[in-house]
């Protein structure tokens, strides 16, 4: 079955305490990226990657690391979390298809909340 | 920067009630329009897309959309919508050439039984 998946689901931590999030495809993606979601602000882009070893900053790139070391994996880094980092976050996948993406195939997300 | 605007942030209707979200984009040149629905508990999934071609595009349960390149706009509609329809809708902008999409800050649409 086709997928993105995130891991943990939930995750509870304190300020400061380095933590990463995982994510995986299975669909042999070029384009994956993340983003957070808050209440009132939609989705923001945190960073993007067009392939391995490719990575960019979307909108809101302050206090992430990613890396893309190989194609089916992306994992979301806090090196040093603090509070306003509390959100959902959302893996995301899709094939660069022609000039433009083709649809984003989303993980299920992770509740991170920051103490 | 590209921007897309989503005017109404929380809709109410009672089942059977007509739906039309606005989506208004600000992007000059050719683009590609997306909407993706979060149903509660969910992860997005894309309800409908337009590339090219006919601006009516149809999507999956019953609903459409409607590209007007003159009005930058990109409205989301169905003629009748049931309480299942209650989700968190976002509309999303891709530049031609560019591989980032802009979603929009989301419409919650609660349907009343």
Same mark, same amino acid.
């Given at each position: 079955?086709?997928?993105?998946?995130?891991?943990?689901?939930?995750?509870?931590?304190?300020?400061?305490?380095?933590?990463?999030?995982?994510?995986?495809?299975?669909?042999?993606?070029?384009?994956?990226?993340?983003?957070? /979601?808050?209440?009132?602000?939609?989705?923001? /882009?945190?960073?993007?990657?067009?392939?391995?070893?490719?990575?960019?900053?979307?909108?809101?790139?302050?206090?992430?690391?990613?890396?893309?070391?190989?194609?089916?994996?992306?994992?979301?880094?806090?090196?040093?979390?603090?509070?306003?980092?509390?959100?959902?976050?959302?893996?995301?996948?899709?094939?660069?298809?022609?000039?433009?993406?083709?649809?984003?195939?989303?993980?299920?997300?992770? /509740?991170?909340?920051?103490? | 920067?590209?921007?897309?605007?989503?005017?109404?942030?929380? @809709?109410?209707?009672?089942?059977?009630?007509?739906?039309?979200?606005?989506?208004?984009?600000?992007?000059?040149?050719? @683009?590609?329009?997306?909407?993706?629905? /979060?149903?509660?508990?969910?992860?997005?999934?894309?309800?409908?897309?337009?590339?090219?071609?006919?601006?009516?595009?149809?999507?999956?349960? !019953?609903?459409?959309?409607?590209?007007?390149?003159?009005?930058?706009?990109?409205?989301?509609?169905?003629?009748?919508?049931?309480?299942?329809?209650?989700?968190?809708?976002?509309?999303?902008?891709?530049? !031609?050439?560019?591989?980032?999409?802009?979603?929009?800050?989301?419409?919650?649409?609660?349907?009343?039984?």
């Amino acid at each position: 079955e086709a997928q993105v998946t995130q891991n943990p689901r939930y995750l509870i931590t304190v300020t400061g305490k380095k933590l990463t999030v995982t994510c995986s495809q299975n669909m042999n993606h070029e384009y994956m990226s993340w983003y957070r /979601q808050d209440p009132g602000l939609g989705l923001r /882009q945190i960073y993007y990657s067009m392939n391995v070893e490719v990575t960019d900053k979307g909108d809101v790139p302050e206090g992430y690391k990613v890396s893309r070391k190989e194609k089916r994996n992306f994992p979301l880094i806090l090196e040093s979390p603090s509070p306003n980092q509390t959100s959902l976050y959302f893996c995301a996948s899709s094939t660069l298809g022609g000039a433009t993406n083709e649809k984003l195939f989303f993980g299920s997300g992770t /509740q991170l909340s920051v103490l | 920067a590209q921007s897309v605007s989503q005017h109404n942030h929380h @809709v109410i209707l009672s089942e059977a009630a007509s739906l039309e979200l606005g989506c208004n984009y600000s992007y000059g040149g050719t @683009v590609n329009l997306f909407w993706y629905v /979060q149903y509660p508990g969910q992860h997005l999934q894309l309800l409908l897309k337009y590339f090219s071609g006919d601006p009516l595009v149809k999507g999956i349960k !019953g609903f459409e959309a409607e590209f007007i390149k003159s009005k930058f706009s990109f409205n989301l509609r169905k003629p009748s919508v049931q309480w299942s329809d209650t989700a968190e809708y976002f509309c999303a902008v891709v530049e !031609g050439g560019s591989y980032i999409p802009t979603f929009g800050r989301g419409t919650s649409l609660i349907v009343h039984p």
